[in-house]
């Protein structure tokens, strides 16, 4: 028999994406920072972010029952540890995450899950018409969101990678997609005595050069515009964080054998994705992962990978495996080494 607590999590996952609805409402109308120092009540926050008192206590509410928010005796909602999370401006801030999640461009892709089952095709183009980087070109608010995304997410994940894996062998950093150089620009930070170069579409790598010159490098860095498809700059050290899992197979390995064109041979290419054990366990960061995975499936025709899967695109580009670490955020640390 059924039991009514195997009928609770099924409907809890039924409406998963009211949750996410609810969570970008609070984000967008930016109700953390609104109630960050002090408690405030459902009229005082809808006159502050020019709603509706009624509807937003109940989408509140929502958020509260799910562990965002807490709600006092007296009705009014204050921060707590994870609404904390949606601050706006923090280095730890999922805000922009949010955001862009739970998206309208985004939204519109899940009632296309089983095209993309039945054909191999993204949900993206079935919804939108193009692929997502061609979306992105043509819609400046959505790259805009999608920058500071990805942005956001270097923040954090660049002290796990400093932590996780020493760049300081390496003269020469050439990091392969680097989009604004949040992540480079750390890694020079930590390495003082190496100079960057930033690689990415010209239209990208313009984004860097204020926040470069505002961490006084530079003088370090040389930003290089050009597709990773066609060929990549001379280096040392490569570094490519969040860029093959956007690809299928075919096209990781030719961004994979452009690096092995030029790259000498005590150099290394550190890749950094979200990595998906061997078998699947109920825990949290696994869940995070295959989610991410399946938005890889939707939008992208890429894909999260298992260790194994990386150790045989490296032999498949002449490249070994020769390390592999794991952050706290659930990412892999894989470390190719010229074969």
């Known amino acids: 028999m059924t039991s009514a607590a195997a009928v609770a999590r099924v409907r809890a996952i039924m409406f998963?994406?009211?949750?996410?609805?609810?969570?970008?409402?609070?984000?967008?109308?930016?109700?953390?920072?609104?109630?960050?120092?002090e408690p405030r009540s459902a009229e005082e926050l809808a006159v502050a972010a020019g709603v509706r008192?009624?509807?937003?206590?109940?989408?509140?509410?929502?958020?509260?029952?799910?562990?965002?928010?807490?709600?006092?005796?007296?009705?009014?909602?204050?921060?707590n540890e994870?609404?904390?999370?949606?601050?706006?401006?923090?280095?730890?801030?999922?805000?922009?995450?949010?955001?862009?999640?739970?998206?309208?461009?985004?939204?519109?892709?899940?009632?296309?899950?089983?095209?993309?089952?039945?054909?191999?095709?993204?949900?993206?183009?079935?919804?939108?018409?193009?692929?997502?980087f061609d979306y992105l070109a043509r819609h400046e608010e959505d790259a805009r969101l999608f920058n500071n995304t990805m942005s956001q997410g270097s923040a954090v994940l660049a002290e796990e990678i400093v932590a996780g894996y020493d760049f300081g062998r390496f003269q020469t950093i050439v990091d392969v997609g680097g989009g604004h150089g949040l992540l480079l620009a750390r890694l020079l930070e930590a390495v003082p005595a190496a100079r960057g170069v930033l690689f990415d579409l010209p239209e990208?790598?313009?984004?860097?050069?204020?926040?470069?010159?505002?961490?006084g490098l530079a003088d370090r860095c040389a930003l290089v515009g050009g597709s990773f498809f066609d060929a990549v700059p001379?280096?040392?050290?490569?570094?490519?964080?969040?860029?093959?899992?956007?690809?299928?197979?075919?096209?990781?390995?030719?961004?994979?054998?452009?690096?092995?064109?030029?790259?000498?041979h005590g150099?290394?290419?550190?890749?950094?994705?979200?990595?998906?054990?061997?078998?699947?366990?109920?825990?949290?960061?696994?869940?995070?992962n295959l989610l991410m995975d399946l938005t890889m499936l939707m939008t992208h025709k890429g894909r999260e990978r298992t260790e194994n899967e990386f150790r045989q695109m490296f032999e498949q580009t002449r490249?070994?495996?020769?390390?592999?670490?794991?952050?706290?955020?659930?990412?892999?640390i894989f470390e190719g080494a010229p074969a």
């Open 16 to 37: 998963g994406p009211w949750v996410a609805a609810s969570l970008h409402t609070a984000a967008e109308l930016r109700i953390a920072d609104l109630v960050a120092c």
């Open 53 to 79: 008192p009624d509807p937003l206590r109940r989408i509140l509410r929502v958020l509260v029952a799910h562990g965002v928010f807490a709600e006092r005796k007296d009705g009014r909602f204050e921060q």
């Open 82 to 132: 994870l609404s904390e999370l949606l601050r706006e401006g923090g280095r730890a801030s999922l805000r922009p995450s949010v955001l862009l999640h739970a998206s309208g461009a985004r939204w519109a892709l899940w009632p296309h899950m089983l095209h993309s089952v039945r054909t191999g095709e993204t949900a993206f183009s079935k919804a939108h018409g193009v692929e997502i």
């Open 204 to 215: 990208v790598i313009e984004g860097a050069r204020a926040a470069l010159a505002a961490r």
């Open 234 to 264: 001379a280096g040392e050290g490569y570094i490519m964080k969040w860029i093959l899992h956007d690809w299928d197979d075919a096209a990781c390995h030719k961004i994979l054998r452009n690096i092995r064109s030029v790259i000498p």
């Open 267 to 288: 150099g290394r290419v550190v890749v950094v994705d979200r990595l998906i054990p061997e078998r699947v366990t109920d825990d949290a960061s696994i869940r995070v």
């Open 319 to 332: 490249f070994a495996l020769a390390s592999v670490r794991t952050t706290p955020t659930g990412h892999g």
